[in-house]
């Protein structure tokens, strides 16, 4: 007796797409929540068009949106938000060609513009929420410094988790 299947068609050889964008707004929504949460308001959010409003709308300076983030006038950070990208490793910042040194860099650019300090949340699959930001500003003992290997516009950066972050004083994230 002979068995008459097909098989072919059984296996899916191509892999699963994911949607980036949705996947960068739930993450952006998630981070807004969470600064919602612990900063005690609701003047967290997501920003339209995901922080490229600003550079392509002509708007008041006083309603510009920098970042990812909407956040308060008295915030001292602009907020770029990055999730996924989980074969970017430590190693990749010893690389000039680095992506998450493309991140650093665009927050770096929108940060200058809105008169604040960059800051890039960043969290890859199933791994705890990093923070790059300057140093100096944060008095935490569990960090990582990484110079920027490009130069633009700040030589060091500091890697925090961002859940040690948002434990630090608020003080140290508001303009006095």
């Known amino acids: 007796m002979e068995d008459n299947y097909d098989i072919k068609n059984l296996k899916n050889s191509k892999p699963k ?3 980036s964008k949705a996947k960068g707004g739930a993450f952006e929504r998630k981070v807004a929540k969470m600064l919602n949460e612990t900063f005690e308001t609701k003047e967290f959010s997501r920003s339209p068009g995901s922080g490229a409003f600003a550079t392509t709308h002509t708007l008041p300076e006083h309603m510009m949106a920098y970042g990812d983030i909407i956040t308060p006038q008295k915030f001292k950070f602009c907020i770029e938000c990055k999730k996924g990208y989980n074969k970017l490793g430590i190693h990749s910042l010893l690389d000039s060609n680095s992506e998450i040194l493309d991140f650093v860099e665009q927050v770096a650019k929108d940060a200058e513009k809105a008169k604040r300090y960059p ?5 890859q699959d199933r791994k705890p929420i990093l923070a790059i930001t300057l140093p100096g500003i944060f008095n935490i003992f569990n960090y990582i410094d990484f110079k920027n290997r490009r130069d633009y516009p700040y030589e060091t950066y ?3 988790k961002l859940e040690d972050l948002l434990n630090a004083p608020k003080n140290l994230w508001l303009k006095s």
């Open 17 to 19: 797409r994911i949607n």
């Open 119 to 123: 800051m890039v949340i960043y969290q």
């Open 158 to 160: 500091r890697i925090y």
